[in-house]
């Protein structure tokens, strides 16, 4: 799927409505196939792209309210932490592919 759409459930402090919506946003892009879509001009495809991202949002925030919660909260820092090392590990693999 998209690599832009982060775990968003059992966080410290909670995830916010901004990151649900950014995901949501994120999400329509890559299924719609339209990087964006310009809200005020009132075309069918821009008010399907709006109300498609608040559907979404919707949906993800009922999801994330009613998983239960296991083992230690996430933390933003702690997911970075994991993401660069990931990276190292992808960079490692594709130097030891390239001539």
């Known amino acids: 799927m998209c690599r832009n759409i982060r775990v968003l459930h059992h966080f410290v ?7 649900i919506r950014a ?6 892009r890559k299924v719609s196939g339209l990087s964006r879509s ?4 009132g075309t069918p495809t821009s008010d399907a792209f709006a109300r498609a991202v608040e559907e979404v949002a919707q949906s993800t925030a009922r999801l994330l309210s009613s998983l239960p919660t296991r083992g230690q909260p996430r933390t933003r820092e702690g997911e970075r932490e994991r993401a660069k090392v990931r990276w190292k590990l992808r960079e490692t693999r594709m130097r030891k592919v390239s001539p």
């Open 13 to 19: 402090p909670p995830t916010t409505e901004d990151e």
């Open 23 to 28: 995901a949501a946003l994120q999400y329509v």
């Open 38 to 41: 310009d809200p005020t001009s």
